[in-house]
């Protein structure tokens, strides 16, 4: 059982939107602390894909969005392509655990 | 660009050390803090803990007893010993950066080592 918790998996088809929620508690996003996103290609390093809740590292395409509200945080993706197809992962830091903790992971598959 | 990359036997047995090192390039392991993370089969990621280039560290309460991260300055390295394994720390260990030791996110990250605790 995650400390954060995701959807097992999310769908939709080329060009639509999807969202990937991320729902925590008060010793972790509602205490304050950011939510981080990841994407996770089978057999590849995850790659950071949304920082500090809402900020894309150089190189995302900017149809990835991320939001937080409370102890929630939103991933979206909008304009769907193939290459969207991946494990998506949300993680924060945690106050009671002193360290850092994840979600179980979201497999995005595109129809 | 910093990478990392991991290393170490993929097979252990029960009630053995697993022993891994994740080699720094591109950049120096200095002025940094670095992580472990691992991810079982059909799980999550779960974080073990980290080591700051001076050699302090944190972990995980859940895995404290038995971990200990180490780091090598000279070599650019940093390792994870987990003792008296057995079939539920079989994952595939990632090394990674914490941007900071209290928060934030991870950046970069190896590729990832599969351990399987078989005997």
């Known amino acids: 059982q995650s400390v954060l918790t995701q959807p097992p998996s999310v769908s939709g088809a080329p060009g639509q939107r999807v969202t990937i929620s991320c729902t925590g508690s008060?010793?972790?996003?509602?205490?304050?602390?950011?939510v981080h996103w990841y994407q996770h290609l089978p057999g590849t390093a995850p790659k950071l894909f949304i920082y500090?809740?809402?900020n894309r590292p150089s190189g995302v395409p900017d149809r990835f969005s991320g939001s937080k509200s409370g102890t929630s945080a939103s991933l979206a993706i909008t304009g769907l392509q193939a290459e969207d197809e991946a494990d998506y992962y949300c993680q924060s830091y945690d106050n009671s655990l002193s360290g850092w903790v994840f979600g179980g992971g979201t497999k995005l598959t595109v129809l | 660009q910093v990478q990392l990359q991991e290393s170490g036997p993929g097979l252990v047995k029960p009630s053995e050390t697993l022993s891994l090192t994740c080699t720094v390039s591109g950049g120096s392991i200095s002025s940094y803090y670095w992580s472990w993370i691992r991810q079982s089969p059909g799980k999550g990621l779960e974080w073990i803990g980290y080591i700051y280039y001076t050699g302090s560290t944190k972990y995980n309460p859940s895995l404290k007893s038995r971990v200990t991260i180490l780091v090598d300055t000279s070599k650019n390295q940093f390792s994870l010993k987990l003792g008296s394994v057995t079939a539920a720390d079989t994952a595939v260990y990632y090394c990674a950066r914490p941007k900071w030791g209290d928060g934030g996110w991870f950046d970069p990250w190896g590729p990832g080592t599969p351990v399987t605790v078989s005997s």
């Open positions: 008060s010793s972790n996003t509602g205490a304050g602390h950011d």
């Open positions: 500090g809740n809402s």
